[in-house]
């Protein structure tokens, strides 16, 4: 199957940016997702990118893309302590139905 | 409108038990995916269900097992339960599948421990 690559943790002070790192392998994706993890919660989705974009700005996140090399990250501007959370990339292949997740970056945010 | 429900929270099994799962999908939605989280690791498709037909199958043996309702609810069901199905099982529902993006909205899931 396809593999999708996250480090593992990630520790920012509040207020300042983070950013979220992502590879994956599958060139035939159309989507990219960043959902977010809260302790004893499912996934909620932060936000999406079309395969034929490079960036998409969505109020204090920044996704970029980078087709050529495989690599999605996720910007975090102003982290907030709220966004203390594990942070999963997932794609989406060209056919079938099937989301395939990364293993998750864990995001502390220190007050 | 209500959101995915999945029952119950919590689970504790013996190896060799059956299990069954259930999961309400997101009003208007008829579309449900399984997904199996180990601990420390993201989530891994099952299989997903699109108007009571399976409709795509990730890489899990044939004892995992779903069904999907004509009211679009679905259950999971798991045969010779083993060590290793102890995970978080989450149900997403999205208004239908294909090729274009469709949202998925996870559920809180299901904690399987196996015993």
């Known amino acids: 199957g396809e593999d999708v690559e996250q480090s593992l943790f990630l520790s920012v002070r509040e207020g300042d940016s983070s950013v979220i790192n992502c590879t994956y392998t599958d060139s035939s994706s159309t989507y990219l997702y960043w959902y977010k993890q809260e302790p004893g919660a499912g996934l909620q989705l932060l936000t999406y990118i079309f395969s034929n974009m490079d960036m998409k700005q969505d109020q204090r996140l920044t996704v970029l893309l980078n087709k050529k090399d495989k690599h999605l990250s996720l910007r975090i501007a102003d982290t907030q302590t709220g966004d203390s959370a594990i942070y999963f990339c997932?794609?989406?292949?060209?056919?079938?139905?099937?989301?395939?997740f990364g293993t998750g970056t864990s995001l502390t945010v220190i007050p | 409108e209500t959101g995915v429900t999945q029952s119950p929270t919590h689970l504790i099994k013996t190896r060799g038990q059956q299990v069954t799962l259930r999961c309400s999908s997101q009003?208007?939605?008829?579309?449900v995916s399984w997904y199996q989280q180990a601990l420390g690791q993201g989530p891994q498709f099952i299989f997903q269900y699109y108007r009571e037909e399976e409709n795509g199958r990730g890489n899990f043996p044939p004892r995992f097992s779903g069904l999907q309702f004509p009211n679009y609810s679905s259950e999971l069901n798991v045969n010779a339960l083993e060590l290793d199905d102890s995970a978080l099982y989450l149900c997403?529902?999205?208004?239908?599948?294909?090729?274009?993006?469709?949202?998925?909205?996870f559920g809180p899931g299901t904690r399987l421990t196996v015993l």
């Open positions: 009003s208007g939605h008829n579309t």
């Open positions: 997932a794609e989406k292949g060209r056919t079938g139905n099937q989301f395939y």
């Open positions: 997403a529902s999205s208004p239908s599948p294909g090729e274009v993006h469709n949202e998925q909205f």
